[in-house]
């Protein structure tokens, strides 16, 4: 039986998640639950980048998917998938997927964003505006970064324009509720040196993949314009999310806690 067997995409069409199987750098299984669309010529899945199971795809494509159904006998049925996995650009066909993607599971975000499409774009002109509510919440925080952000733009003195600088917001419906940057390192004193700053997002929408995503789109801008990518942070929830998308605590040192090497992933 063929993945474009009307059978099986009439099974398909009735199912919600998929398990993914994929294989660790130690040769171990990791098996974790999947959102995903089908087609007769592919099944498009969704993740973050940086996140275990898309690292070990990077590392090696061959992937295996089951979806099924029943308890017992006569009434199990299932799907299993054997196939080599592709990585999109940001095209209009991708932007095309996210949004079925979005449009099939809405009532499931609900608990995520209120329903509604959360979208990163990056920023080119003055964010003073768009970023007051973090502004306001930050320093009510006690947090003076976003501010200094919203500064060192207005002055001119860091505006995310160098060669492999980038500065992403995260929307949700039409609000900007969350920030994170890419500059070069100013520590480093290599340009091949990056450093993540200012990630930051709004306490309302934490929790929902909101400040990892953001963060994916930094490690994935920086790939092919820097060999290392620098942090620092003292929070413990901030420092886990990290860790998560690869990163690693580094020994003592003043100006990071945290690096990501990019030429060897």
Same mark, same amino acid.
């Given at each position: 039986?063929?993945?474009?067997?009307?059978?099986?995409?009439?099974?398909?069409?009735?199912?919600?998640?998929?398990?993914? %199987?994929?294989?660790?750098?130690?040769?171990?299984? !990791?098996?974790?639950?999947?959102?995903?669309?089908?087609?007769?010529?592919?099944?498009?899945?969704?993740?973050? +980048? %940086?996140?275990?199971?898309?690292?070990?795809? &990077?590392?090696?494509? &061959?992937?295996? !998917?089951? $979806? #099924?159904?029943?308890?017992? %006998?006569? +009434?199990?049925?299932?799907?299993?998938?054997?196939?080599?996995?592709?990585?999109? *650009?940001?095209?209009? =066909?991708?932007?095309?997927?996210?949004?079925?993607?979005?449009?099939?599971?809405?009532?499931?975000? #609900?608990?995520?964003?209120?329903?509604?499409?959360?979208?990163?774009?990056?920023?080119?002109?003055?964010? $003073? =505006?768009? !970023?007051?509510?973090?502004?306001?919440?930050?320093?009510?925080?006690? @947090?003076?970064?976003?501010?200094?952000?919203?500064?060192?733009?207005?002055?001119?003195?860091?505006?995310? *324009?160098?060669?492999?600088?980038?500065?992403?917001?995260?929307?949700?419906?039409? *609000?900007?509720? %969350?920030?994170?940057?890419?500059?070069?390192?100013?520590?480093?004193? +290599?340009? $091949?040196?990056?450093?993540?700053?200012?990630?930051?997002? !709004?306490?309302?929408?934490?929790?929902?993949?909101?400040? =990892?995503?953001?963060?994916?789109?930094?490690?994935?801008?920086?790939?092919?314009?820097?060999?290392?990518?620098?942090?620092?942070?003292?929070?413990?929830?901030? $420092?886990?999310?990290? #860790?998560?998308?690869? @990163?690693?605590?580094?020994? +003592?040192?003043?100006?990071?806690?945290?690096?990501?090497?990019?030429?060897?992933?």
């Amino acid at each position: 039986m063929t993945f474009d067997d009307p059978r099986v995409q009439r099974y398909l069409a009735t199912k919600d998640i998929m398990l993914l %199987g994929t294989i660790n750098p130690d040769g171990a299984p !990791l098996i974790t639950v999947m959102w995903f669309l089908h087609d007769p010529t592919a099944l498009t899945l969704i993740s973050v +980048d %940086g996140l275990q199971k898309v690292r070990n795809l &990077r590392r090696d494509p &061959r992937l295996h !998917l089951v $979806a #099924e159904s029943g308890a017992r %006998g006569d +009434d199990i049925k299932g799907v299993a998938i054997r196939g080599r996995a592709g990585f999109l *650009d940001d095209t209009p =066909e991708r932007r095309a997927l996210v949004t079925r993607i979005l449009d099939k599971y809405h009532p499931h975000l #609900e608990g995520y964003w209120g329903g509604r499409a959360m979208v990163i774009e990056r920023v080119s002109d003055a964010p $003073a =505006e768009r !970023l007051g509510a973090l502004v306001a919440e930050s320093e009510q925080q006690g @947090f003076g970064f976003v501010r200094r952000l919203v500064d060192e733009w207005t002055a001119g003195t860091n505006r995310f *324009d160098r060669p492999g600088e980038v500065l992403f917001v995260a929307r949700v419906g039409g *609000d900007v509720v %969350g920030v994170c940057g890419l500059n070069v390192d100013p520590h480093a004193g +290599d340009p $091949a040196i990056g450093r993540v700053r200012h990630l930051y997002v !709004l306490v309302r929408q934490r929790r929902s993949g909101i400040g =990892e995503q953001l963060v994916a789109d930094v490690v994935a801008a920086a790939r092919g314009r820097f060999e290392w990518l620098y942090l620092r942070t003292t929070n413990l929830t901030a $420092a886990r999310l990290y #860790e998560r998308l690869g @990163f690693r605590r580094t020994g +003592d040192s003043r100006d990071r806690t945290h690096v990501l090497d990019l030429a060897s992933r």
